[in-house]
């Protein structure tokens, strides 16, 4: 069964600042990872995805992610953080194996200060 | 436009009372999936369908049942809601393909159970 754990349910950054969030998985099969954004009083929307191929992911809105095998890590960063960008963060993993079942992480609310 | 729609957007009701929220999509996708967001610990998979008549259960899907007779909609029922079932609920769908695709999420369904 897979699992993820989202480091810090809130992070302040400065206007122009490097977002990073961190997520750590477990997976026994190679994983599927993404992250989606949620922003006030709406659904969720993708950010970006990892399947298979290139291990650095483009998103929408500037965001990029790494996977990385070895440290079971697919830390989300943005070189400059822009106020848009305050808004709740979720990474989420299913197997490749069994891919309709997907978990999500805590969250990770992100707070973007002048 | 391509979109997810659920009703109720709020419902308050009280225990015991039997319930269904709808969910409906027109984007023709084969997947759609139920999900609880609670404070602190993030979106949790209820019920998915991969497609028409075939469901299978996430990661929690006590006390809920679904159903998927027709392509575009896929019900949540709550037979006997209790007050642990108060939470805040998203249905989404995604197309099939080889691998998994995003997530299309609805507007989200505010429950509250007395």
Same mark, same amino acid.
């Given at each position: 069964?897979?699992?993820?754990?989202?480091?810090?349910? %809130?992070?302040?950054?400065?206007?122009?600042?490097l977002?990073?969030?961190?997520?750590?998985?477990?997976?026994? @099969?190679?994983?599927?990872?993404?992250?989606?954004?949620?922003?006030?009083?709406?659904?969720?929307?993708?950010?970006?995805?990892?399947?298979?191929?290139?291990?650095?992911?483009?998103?929408?809105n500037?965001?990029? #992610?790494?996977?990385?095998?070895?440290?079971?890590?697919?830390?989300?960063?943005k070189?400059? #953080? %822009?106020?848009?960008?305050?808004?709740?963060?979720?990474?989420?993993?299913?197997?490749?194996?069994?891919?309709?079942?997907?978990?999500?992480?805590?969250?990770?609310?992100? @707070?973007?200060?002048? | 436009?391509?979109?997810?729609?659920?009703?109720?957007?709020?419902?308050?009701?009280?225990?015991?009372?039997?319930?269904?929220?709808?969910?409906?999509?027109?984007?023709?996708?084969?997947?759609?999936?139920?999900?609880?967001?609670? &404070?602190?610990?993030? $979106?949790?998979?209820?019920?998915?369908?991969?497609?028409?008549?075939?469901?299978?259960?996430?990661?929690?899907?006590?006390?809920?049942?679904?159903?998927?007779k027709?392509?575009?909609?896929?019900?949540?029922? $709550?037979?006997? &809601?209790?007050?642990?079932?108060?939470?805040?609920?998203?249905?989404?769908?995604?197309?099939?393909?080889?691998?998994?695709?995003?997530?299309?999420?609805? &507007?989200?369904?505010?429950?509250?159970? $007395?």
């Amino acid at each position: 069964a897979q699992s993820v754990t989202q480091l810090g349910s %809130h992070v302040s950054v400065s206007e122009g600042a490097l977002v990073l969030l961190r997520c750590n998985y477990s997976s026994s @099969v190679p994983p599927y990872l993404f992250w989606y954004v949620q922003y006030p009083n709406q659904g969720l929307q993708l950010l970006l995805k990892y399947t298979t191929g290139a291990t650095l992911v483009k998103g929408i809105n500037g965001f990029e #992610a790494e996977f990385k095998k070895s440290e079971t890590s697919f830390h989300l960063t943005k070189p400059s #953080a %822009h106020m848009s960008d305050a808004a709740e963060y979720f990474c989420a993993v299913s197997e490749s194996d069994s891919w309709g079942k997907l978990q999500f992480g805590a969250g990770t609310q992100v @707070v973007v200060t002048p | 436009e391509a979109q997810v729609t659920q009703n109720p957007r709020y419902l308050i009701t009280v225990t015991g009372k039997k319930l269904t929220v709808t969910c409906s999509q027109n984007m023709n996708h084969e997947y759609m999936s139920w999900y609880r967001q609670d &404070p602190g610990l993030g $979106l949790r998979q209820i019920y998915y369908s991969m497609n028409v008549e075939v469901t299978d259960k996430g990661d929690v899907p006590e006390g809920y049942k679904v159903s998927r007779k027709e392509k575009r909609n896929f019900p949540l029922i $709550l037979e006997s &809601p209790s007050p642990n079932q108060t939470s805040l609920y998203f249905c989404a769908s995604s197309p099939l393909g080889q691998t998994i695709n995003e997530q299309f999420f609805g &507007p989200g369904t505010r429950l509250t159970v $007395l």
